[in-house]
């Protein structure tokens, strides 16, 4: 599942497959709504974590449990990279993707790591369906990979990872304008 955040750390675009796990409407989930579809002991914690990430503007990764639309809950891994301007380097939010948490432990507690970066593998129904969740799925996987080599291929990735943040905030306006005048 992936999503995007805008500099003040505003949710502006979830994808489809976030409705489909929790029931959440988009509109509800946009700017902190997502709050709501987290266990509630876990919710002060990961919205700590991720506040202080973007103040810092740093990746981070998220442990946590999500509420499904039936109830249940289901641990997950939600990890971002921050995204800046290509010429500026002006931080503009956050591409993330969630994905489920695949360890079965007992006894497990929300955690958020600032400064790490280790996106899940995103299966079943955390699979990307759309094209641009697609791309977005493996630049984050690709920045993961080349985060220690630095330089010009992480700053290529980055530039990537921009633009398609600025294609999926538009394909969710366009998609919201269509939506509401038929």
């Given at each position: 599942?992936?999503?995007?955040?805008?500099?003040?750390?505003?949710?502006?675009?979830?994808?489809?497959?976030?409705?489909?796990?929790?029931?959440?409407?988009?509109?509800?989930?946009?700017?902190a709504g997502w709050r709501d579809a987290l266990h509630s002991d876990d919710r002060a914690?990961?919205?700590?974590?991720?506040?202080?990430?973007?103040?810092?503007?740093?990746?981070?990764?998220?442990?946590?449990?999500?509420?499904?639309?039936?109830?249940?809950?289901?641990?997950?891994?939600?990890?971002?990279?921050?995204?800046?301007?290509?010429?500026?380097?002006?931080?503009?939010?956050?591409?993330?993707?969630?994905?489920?948490?695949?360890?079965?432990?007992?006894?497990?507690?929300?955690?958020?790591?600032?400064?790490?970066?280790?996106?899940?593998?995103?299966?079943?129904?955390f699979a990307a369906v759309s094209k641009f969740d697609l791309a977005a799925d493996h630049?984050?996987?690709?920045?993961?990979?080349?985060?220690?080599?630095?330089?010009?291929?992480?700053?290529?990735?980055?530039?990537?990872?921009?633009?398609?943040?600025?294609?999926?905030?538009?394909?969710?306006?366009?998609?919201?304008?269509?939506?509401?005048?038929?």
């Amino acid at each position: 599942m992936i999503w995007v955040t805008d500099h003040r750390g505003s949710l502006t675009y979830v994808c489809q497959q976030w409705h489909d796990l929790t029931g959440q409407e988009t509109a509800k989930a946009l700017v902190a709504g997502w709050r709501d579809a987290l266990h509630s002991d876990d919710r002060a914690a990961v919205y700590e974590g991720f506040m202080e990430a973007s103040q810092r503007q740093i990746d981070f990764m998220a442990r946590f449990r999500l509420r499904r639309k039936d109830g249940s809950n289901v641990w997950v891994l939600s990890a971002a990279s921050p995204s800046f301007t290509p010429l500026t380097h002006e931080f503009v939010g956050f591409l993330g993707v969630i994905s489920r948490y695949e360890d079965d432990v007992q006894g497990l507690t929300a955690k958020v790591e600032i400064g790490t970066f280790k996106p899940g593998r995103a299966t079943a129904e955390f699979a990307a369906v759309s094209k641009f969740d697609l791309a977005a799925d493996h630049l984050i996987a690709a920045r993961a990979l080349t985060v220690e080599y630095g330089g010009e291929v992480a700053t290529g990735i980055d530039h990537a990872l921009y633009a398609l943040a600025q294609a999926l905030r538009r394909d969710r306006s366009k998609n919201e304008y269509s939506d509401t005048h038929h």
